[in-house]
């Protein structure tokens, strides 16, 4: 059985309740069915926290990065 993502608003209020992302998803494991938070989007932010600000590309840090290694020779 493939996984199925729903929004969370169609669940019942008592399940509704303990999720706290937008969507679930449903999925069979073991005979057992699971629900799951699912985000559904991927944050590269959240994947490389040095750039979170938003202040350095990942091209510019190679740049520094470079500088800084030309500097110690």
Do not use: C, W
């Not at 309740?17 to 937008?22: D, G, I, K, P, V």
């Not at 944050?43 to 938003?54: H, K």
């Amino acid at each position: 059985m493939e996984a199925l993502v729903i929004d969370r608003e169609t669940l019942p209020e008592p399940i509704f309740s303990y999720f706290h992302a937008e969507k679930v998803r449903i999925f069979e494991e073991n005979g057992n069915i699971v629900l799951s938070p699912f985000k559904n989007k991927l944050d590269v932010n959240e994947l490389f926290g040095m750039f979170n600000d938003g202040k350095l590309s990942s091209e510019g840090f190679i740049k520094q990065k470079a500088f800084e290694k030309e500097m110690e020779k």
